[in-house]
T-cell receptor, first 113, second 113 residues
């Protein structure tokens, strides 16, 4: 079974621009979560989607948004980029059930200049 | 709110020595506990998980962890580390009724020959 695939792996953007990151979950997984990882803040939960609906949301400003398509693929969008948005963005999928572990992709490294 | 504490930011051990990484969680309900490992530039890989039953769980790569309810702890152990174990290790917790997985700040493991 293929793992979680994130594209692109690296991205360089300028302040004020917007960016869209993509995630393809493991086949059969309907839940997709997004995390931001930075050296200072660690792993912070952004949001989770299940069957095209946002099920959980972290404490991030409205500039961060996401969506999920009918094939469970997910996109994350960040508008009006700030320098502090530079981070590794990780996507993870899981099977149904509260105790199902997350399976992570290798992430997208976003650098904002 | 649920939280996870990994008190050791950085640990250095000699190759062949034993290892114990500490993890404590806070909340009142029965937790679902996980340990993940992250190599540089990569996503997170699941090492092991605890849901219920036997409090000593075995994982991949020779790791094990013990759940101690009285201490709210889920420490990760390995009897003999290998140079390839050098990485960052994350403890995470979720609870029934809350899909969001909360991560600790991580422990960076360095192996010296």
């Amino acid at each position: 079974k293929a793992g979680v695939t994130q594209t692109p792996r690296y991205l360089i953007k300028t302040r004020g621009q917007q960016v869209t990151l993509s995630c393809s979950p493991i086949s059969g997984h309907r839940s997709v979560s997004w995390y931001q990882q930075t050296p200072g803040q660690g792993l912070q939960f952004l949001f989770e989607y299940f069957s095209e609906t946002q099920r959980n949301k972290g404490n991030f400003p409205g500039r961060f948004s996401g969506r999920q398509f009918s094939n469970s693929r997910s996109e994350m969008n960040v508008s009006t980029l700030e320098l502090g948005d530079s981070a590794l963005y990780l996507c993870a999928s899981r099977a149904e059930g509260y105790n199902s572990p997350l399976h992570f992709g290798n992430g997208t490294r976003l650098t904002v200049t | 709110a649920q939280s996870v504490t990994q008190p050791d930011i950085h640990i250095t051990v000699s190759e062949g020595a034993s290892l114990e990484l500490r993890c404590n969680y806070s909340y009142g309900a029965t937790p679902y506990l996980f340990w993940y490992v992250q190599s540089p530039g990569q996503g997170l890989q699941l090492l092991l998980k605890y849901f219920s039953g036997d409090t000593l769980v075995q994982g991949i790569k020779g790791f094990e962890a013990e759940f101690k309810r009285s201490q709210s702890s889920f420490n990760l152990r390995k009897p003999s580390v290998h140079w390839s174990d050098a990485a960052e290790y994350f403890c995470a917790v979720a609870f029934f009724g809350n899909e969001k997985l909360t991560f600790g700040t991580g422990t960076r493991l360095t192996i010296i020959p």
